[in-house]
């Protein structure tokens, strides 16, 4: 293949650069880094652009899941078959083992996971003394993650100082720490739902199932669409619709795999990733603000649970 | 795959980026701007729309306030200015676009440095009413030296002054006048627009308050502005960020394997060329460039390769490798205008640590030769150096580095300093 020399990269090549050359300085600064993976299409991307950093050698960290228990099995397998093919290391974490020891505790068994989701991430911080978290969080999702920096600093207890945050200048990251404080690094800061659906066009990556037009039994809740009755791992099945709620079945597809509680699908007749492409392009509504019902609690919800060690 | 999908396919693939940023005055509209940009791109969508129109509603505004697209945190949003950079992105089909969002606050100078860093193109602010102001000065001044080639002026809240072209016209002089005077004119071009962030005027719409100005709005400047780093005069610098031996491999093919990897940071570089690794001065050829699975003959600014050597040479990150025609000499010493971060002034006695490409020294200050008055541009004899101040510094390095001068590279002229007791990053550099 011959380049264009003297002419601009594309902006996916450009920002593919930008990426790869990020997750080199992780691996090149830091002495225990690890790579968060959910399985989701974000994550996915990283892995991909991993395999593009590090080959033919092996990743310079192993991947990470923490596991709120409210997922998707297909999404689960997915997560465990990609980690096999890769031949990389991949630790699961879960906060069934931090509400067994305590350090969560629920009000209710039904509320949405994904905020404690920091309390056994820091637990796992601290069992293996990672120095840095790679995460495919994108600055284009919410509004407190659009003033942070690539390499992010979190104190020993996590927290993100957003008032204070290090300069970071050109490209000369700086993701020093010491013991037991912590870098949370964006490879994909700049990227936008649309770039990370046209990079796993054109990477032909395979996703879970769940991100392409299905049908599913839903029902509607405080204006949002709730996939019914879901089954999981442990045999136990939640989002059980409630008096008057009427069970309908629907074609939908996820813009983003969360904590099922919490994570509303879209309607789309979308199939293909192609399509999805094109959707993107003429949505009206954000990734988050359609499916994520735990950031629409308050105008800072997402600073807040920043502050306090969230991914 | 239908046809839909190819054209869009198509068009994004050749898409070039442009990054751009925000600057000037407190209040001086720069959120606003970019709220009124992304709105009138169609960039801004319902939910986000419902979501800053129930906050200004609650603040008591009577219009949606587009400054809060930008000022996502908290202490922000309390006091209606904005404290660190935002990015945001918008796309017009032909051309990404990265925002950057920078306060107008002296305090939180650092923040503006930060932004100007990486951006190509500097939107400059001015409020119709005040004109001029040392804020205005101060980061066209630091534009100027962070090295941004592309100035765009705008003259905003015209609709606050009539739409008056004399105003504007007056405002233009004096900008002028003032680049002359730092040499900020000379080396770049400086466009000027007149606009109203708030109503639309001239940003993507041309409405018709302003007849009187026929040049083009400011989405027209920035279609048209040229894309960062194609400067094929550029030398070829490659700082190795990784090197790669994967020997465990039982595999014959991988078992000699020596891939060093890094991102080009300028200039272009094709198999067979001869190359030397600084700053030992071992000379070998280019075997050959891979990105990912992809074998490549060339390869070009600002892209993440891995170049595999003809000769088996002990590198390693830090190291850098460059073509044997244009190699540089190490240095244990360097001159440099440095801006201060950092709460804690800088202390003379103390060592430092440099981060230069993938390369750390350790680092002495040894004379600070003067510090800049941003507001008069006067140089003053200085010892010490405090928040946002500005300076030229020599110091001496406990490990060589491979350096240019700034003007000629920004990507081997710049340097950032750290403090080792905390690890923040406490200066910026950019060697002369
Ligand atoms: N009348 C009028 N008001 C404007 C215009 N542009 C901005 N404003 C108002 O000026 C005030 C400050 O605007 P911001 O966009 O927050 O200013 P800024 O430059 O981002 O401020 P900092 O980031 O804190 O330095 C707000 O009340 C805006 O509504 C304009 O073109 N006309
Ligand atoms: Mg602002």
Request: proline share 4%.
């Amino acid at each position: 293949m011959l380049n264009n020399t003297h002419k601009p990269l594309s902006h996916l090549d450009w920002l593919e650069a930008e990426a790869i050359h990020i997750l080199r300085e992780v691996a090149g600064q830091c002495s225990n880094p690890v790579l968060l993976f959910s399985g989701g299409k974000d994550s996915l991307c990283i892995l991909r652009l991993a395999e593009k950093a590090f080959r033919p050698g092996r990743f310079p960290f192993p991947l990470l899941h923490i596991d709120t228990g409210h997922n998707y099995q297909e999404v689960i397998d997915f997560r465990d078959q990609r980690a096999a093919e890769l031949g990389e290391r991949l630790i699961v974490r879960s906060l069934e083992d931090s509400m067994k020891r305590g350090t969560i505790v629920l009000k209710n068994p039904d509320e949405p996971r994904n905020k404690h989701q920091s309390v056994t991430l820091l637990e796992a911080i601290e069992e293996f003394g990672f120095d840095c978290c790679i995460g495919g969080a994108r600055r284009d999702e919410e509004k407190a993650r659009a003033k942070e920096r690539i390499m992010s600093f979190r104190d020993e207890f996590g927290q993100w100082d957003p008032k204070n945050q290090r300069p970071e200048l050109w490209n000369l990251y700086n993701a020093r720490s010491h013991k037991g404080e912590n870098i949370r690094a964006f490879p994909i800061s700049n990227w936008t739902e649309m770039d990370v659906w046209q990079y796993i066009e054109r990477e032909n990556l395979a996703l879970p199932s769940i991100y392409f037009a299905h049908q599913r039994d839903v029902f509607m809740r405080g204006g949002a669409i709730f996939p019914a009755n879901v089954p999981l791992a442990n045999g136990e099945v939640i989002n059980q619709p409630k008096n008057g709620e009427e069970i309908i079945n629907m074609q939908v597809r996820f813009r983003t795999v969360g904590d099922i509680t919490c994570t509303a699908p879209v309607i789309s007749d979308a199939d293909s990733v192609s399509k999805i492409v094109v959707e993107t392009a003429t949505t009206t509504i954000t990734e988050r603000g359609a499916t994520r019902l735990d950031d629409q609690t308050s105008d800072a919800s997402m600073e807040q649970r920043k502050k306090e060690g969230y991914f | 795959m239908s046809s839909t999908n190819t054209t869009l396919n198509a068009n994004n693939h050749n898409d070039s980026l442009l990054r751009f940023m925000t600057c000037g005055s407190v209040d001086d509209g720069k959120s606003t701007l970019i709220g009124r940009l992304l709105f009138d791109t169609k960039t801004i969508l319902a939910d986000t729309l419902t979501q800053i129109s129930n906050t200004s509603k609650k603040r008591g505004m009577e219009a949606v306030d587009l400054s809060l697209l930008t000022d996502g945190l908290q202490a922000e949003r309390e006091q209606g200015i904005t404290i660190d950079v935002a990015y945001r992105y918008f796309s017009t089909g032909t051309r990404k676009y990265i925002i950057a969002d920078a306060p107008g606050h002296e305090q939180y100078t650092r923040n503006m440095v930060t932004a100007a860093s990486t951006a190509n193109l500097a939107i400059i602010l001015i409020d119709a009413r005040r004109g001029v102001l040392t804020q205005t000065r101060r980061h066209s001044y630091l534009a100027h030296l962070v090295g941004i080639q592309h100035i765009v002026v705008a003259v905003n809240k015209m609709d606050l002054v009539n739409y008056d072209q004399a105003v504007y016209d007056k405002i233009c002089a004096d900008y002028l006048a003032f680049a002359k005077e730092i040499g900020f004119a000379q080396s770049r071009e400086i466009r000027f627009i007149p606009m109203s962030a708030l109503n639309g005027d001239m940003l993507v719409d041309r409405l018709d308050n302003m007849p009187w100005y026929t040049n083009e709005t400011l989405l027209e400047i920035l279609e048209s502005a040229p894309a960062a780093h194609i400067d094929a005069d550029e030398e070829f610098r490659f700082p190795v960020q990784f090197v790669c031996r994967p020997h465990a491999s039982a595999d014959a093919d991988l078992h000699d394997f020596r891939g060093f990897m890094g991102r080009i940071e300028s200039g272009n570089i094709a198999v067979g060329d001869a190359v030397t690794v600084l700053p030992n001065g071992y000379q070998s050829t280019i075997k050959a460039i891979q990105l990912g699975d992809v074998q490549l003959q060339e390869a070009q600014t600002e892209q993440s390769v891995t170049l595999l050597l003809a000769d088996e040479i002990d590198t390693s990150r830090g190291d850098m490798i460059v073509k044997s025609s244009s190699a540089i000499q190490p240095v244990k010493q360097i001159e440099a205008t440095v801006c201060w971060l950092s709460e804690t002034p800088l202390s003379p006695a103390r060592t430092y640590i440099i981060r230069h490409t993938t390369r750390e020294s350790k680092a002495k200050v040894g004379t600070i030769s003067y510090k800049v008055d941003v507001n008069t541009l006067e140089q003053q004899p200085t010892s010490d150096l405090k928040m946002n101040d500005i300076a030229r510094i020599q110091f001496k390095l406990a490990q060589p580095l491979m350096v240019d001068s700034y003007n000629n590279n920004r990507a081997t002229g710049a340097f950032i300093v750290i403090d080792e007791s905390t690890n923040n990053t406490v200066g910026a550099g950019m060697i002369v």
